[in-house]
């Protein structure tokens, strides 16, 4: 299993402002994916992000809102801009383990006033 | 094309009684099927996997879990609940496409077990 660290664990912002989360793995890994918890409900899948190429969104994620950087194989960052209230979240990093399992870390949570 | 329904959101047992947390999946692939745990202001721990093989998985804490294709089924249980296992607990199905893993987990919607003293 890898482990996973994220900064920041929480924060409260204002409105309007954008907030960068910070994902670092002990091992290289090839894929990480950036997954958002709404209180109360499932994990959804924001984007998979691949180093050395742009990230790929699902439905109803664009990269204007959430840009990702991935410069190597051992760190990623998600961005959440423009904020709003909506955007108060969990949002979780994770990595893919040899059988398809992922590992998360910690979580980022977000609240935006 | 893959989903997870979790039926009950909320599941309330007494200490040492049967926990059963149900799961069912659609998979148009071979499914690879996980549970998660999620203590409060935690991430998400994998408890346990199916990926092929046997179809009963045992995991930590002492969970189990048993992959029923006829019935679409992995449904999660531990003979003696703990009030330490009170948790929001996911299942989550994906699927091998070709020579690797979708590496998509779609997750269910949860279920939130409360363990009575």
């Known amino acids: 299993s890898a482990v996973i660290s994220q900064k920041p664990s929480r924060d409260i912002c204002q409105r309007g402002t954008s907030l960068t989360i910070q994902c670092q793995v002990d091992s290289q890994v090839t894929m990480m994916f950036w997954y958002r918890q709404q209180p109360g409900q499932s994990l959804t899948l924001i984007a998979t992000a691949n180093q050395g190429s742009e990230a790929t969104y699902e439905s109803g994620f664009v990269i204007d809102k959430f840009p990702i950087s991935r410069p190597n194989l051992t760190f990623s960052t998600l961005t959440v801009s423009n904020m709003s209230p909506e955007d108060s979240s969990i949002y979780l990093c994770?990595?893919?383990?040899?059988?398809?399992?992922?590992?998360f870390g910690e979580g980022s949570r977000l609240t935006v006033l | 094309a893959q989903s997870v329904t979790q039926l009950g959101s909320h599941v309330s047992v007494s200490e040492g009684a049967l926990v059963l947390l149900r799961c069912n999946y659609s998979?148009?692939?071979?499914?690879?099927l996980f549970w998660y745990v999620q203590y409060p202001n935690q991430g998400l721990q994998l408890l346990l996997k199916y990926t092929t093989g046997a179809t009963l998985v045992k995991g930590i804490n002492g969970f189990e879990a048993e992959f029923k294709k006829s019935e679409t089924s992995f449904h999660l249980t531990k003979p003696s609940a703990h009030m330490s296992d009170a948790a929001e607990y996911f299942c989550a199905v994906s699927g091998w496409m070709g020579g690797g893993a979708t590496n998509k987990l779609i997750f269910g919607t949860g279920t939130l077990l409360a363990v009575q003293p």
């Open positions: 998979s148009s692939v071979p499914p690879y």
């Open positions: 994770s990595v893919v383990g040899q059988n398809g399992e992922l590992f």
